[in-house]
Antibody
């Protein structure tokens, strides 16, 4: 059974840092592109970042570029998100999600077939 | 402001059929990128509902169906049930190398 379990959320002051983690099990972790998706309280979903299985490809949303760093440890089946220079607008539940990607004959695709339960990050003074 | 546009809310009585639209542009849905749909029940994580425009993962009832045409896509739910009361999100990819979501649609089963 595929399981994704996030941890590390909490309250941090503006300008501070926090690292959230995601422990994966039930599948060959290194074979999958992994993602972080966040959801601000009462708001919709926002993709944050993804990392390929070998860590060779990494992309970020413009809203976090230069402040957040995604990484993974395939030996530990773990995904991380290091968040620096945090702002109030970063307050959200952060979900770890497994990506399924490929090419449909016309264009690339990616979707998220398994999600963790999320970890809440609150940025407030 | 989300890149993909969904109606904020839709509603229907049990047994009825409802559709949720997802409007994009020539840089995402219109560029040939697939559309995927997620269901989020209150207080829970999103769950994949439809992938590749019209495909259902194992375990998703055939009451749920997806379609795509031009720069937009739709999710249809037939035979509405009380447990379908949830938020629904469309998702695609954009030529700016970014994953994009719709703003979400709250489905109320009357």
């Amino acid at each position: 059974e595929v399981q994704l379990v996030e941890s590390g959320g909490g309250q941090v002051k503006p300008g501070g840092s926090l690292r959230v983690s995601c422990a994966a099990s039930g599948f060959t972790f290194s074979n999958y592109r992994m993602n972080w998706v966040r959801q601000a309280p009462g708001k919709g979903l926002e993709w944050v970042s993804y990392i390929s299985g070998s860590s060779s490809d990494i992309y970020y949303a413009d809203s976090v570029k230069g402040r957040f760093t995604i990484s993974r440890d395939n030996a530990k089946n773990s995904l991380y998100l290091q968040m620096n220079s945090l702002k109030a607008e970063d307050t959200a539940v952060y979900y770890c999600a497994r990506g399924r990607d490929g090419y449909n004959g016309y264009a690339a695709y990616i979707y998220f077939d398994y999600w963790g339960q999320g970890t809440l990050v609150t940025v407030s003074s | 402001q989300s890149v993909l546009t969904q109606p904020p809310s839709v509603s229907g009585a049990p047994g009825q059929r409802v559709t949720i639209s997802c409007a994009g542009s020539s840089s995402n849905i219109g560029a040939g990128y697939d559309v995927h749909w997620y269901q989020q029940l209150p207080g829970t994580a999103p769950k994949l509902l439809i992938y590749g425009n019209a495909n259902r993962p194992s375990g998703v009832p055939d009451r749920f169906s997806g379609s795509k045409s031009g720069t937009s896509a739709s999710l249809a739910i037939s035979g509405l049930q009380a447990e379908d009361d949830a938020d629904y999100y469309c998702q695609s990819y954009d030529s700016s190398l970014s994953v994009v979501f719709g703003g979400g649609t709250k489905l109320t089963v009357l």
